[in-house]
């Protein structure tokens, strides 16, 4: 299944001045992942994972890239709640973390 979404967020305990707004589209089957975004530091990421659900709640691991700034590609994990997520982010010398809201449709 293909989706298309538009996330908002909010950069908690970093530094940097971040982008905020994130269209993404994602391909899901059987609960493996993989899609692409436009990220916190104005690129294009490209991710591949896996996503658990319990209800409302999931959980979602992978390797994402566009964070140039950290490695070519970097672990990913992020936890929802009916559309609400927080993920771990980073900064070189800094972790903080990343929430917000996904418009999906």
Same mark, same amino acid.
Do not use: C
């Given at each position: 299944? +293909? &989706?298309?979404? %538009?996330?908002?967020?909010?950069?908690?305990? %970093?530094?940097?001045?971040?982008? !905020?707004?994130? #269209?993404? +589209?994602?391909?899901? !089957?059987?609960?493996?992942?993989?899609?692409?975004? /436009?990220?916190?530091?104005?690129?294009?990421?490209? /991710?591949?994972?896996?996503?658990? &659900?319990? =209800?409302?709640?999931?959980?979602?691991?992978?390797?994402? *890239?566009?964070?140039? =700034?950290?490695? #070519?590609? +970097?672990? /990913?994990?992020?936890? *929802?709640?009916?559309?609400?997520?927080?993920? #771990?982010?980073? &900064?070189?010398?800094?972790?903080? %973390?990343? +929430?917000?809201? &996904?418009?999906?449709?």
């Amino acid at each position: 299944m +293909i &989706e298309f979404a %538009l996330a908002l967020s909010l950069h908690l305990g %970093l530094e940097g001045d971040y982008n !905020e707004i994130h #269209p993404h +589209i994602r391909y899901n !089957e059987q609960n493996y992942i993989a899609g692409v975004y /436009y990220n916190s530091i104005n690129n294009v990421s490209f /991710y591949v994972g896996k996503r658990w &659900e319990y =209800n409302d709640f999931g959980l979602e691991a992978g390797a994402v *890239t566009g964070y140039d =700034n950290i490695a #070519p590609v +970097i672990p /990913y994990a992020r936890a *929802t709640y009916d559309n609400f997520f927080i993920a #771990p982010g980073v &900064e070189p010398d800094n972790v903080g %973390l990343v +929430i917000g809201y &996904e418009f999906k449709w």
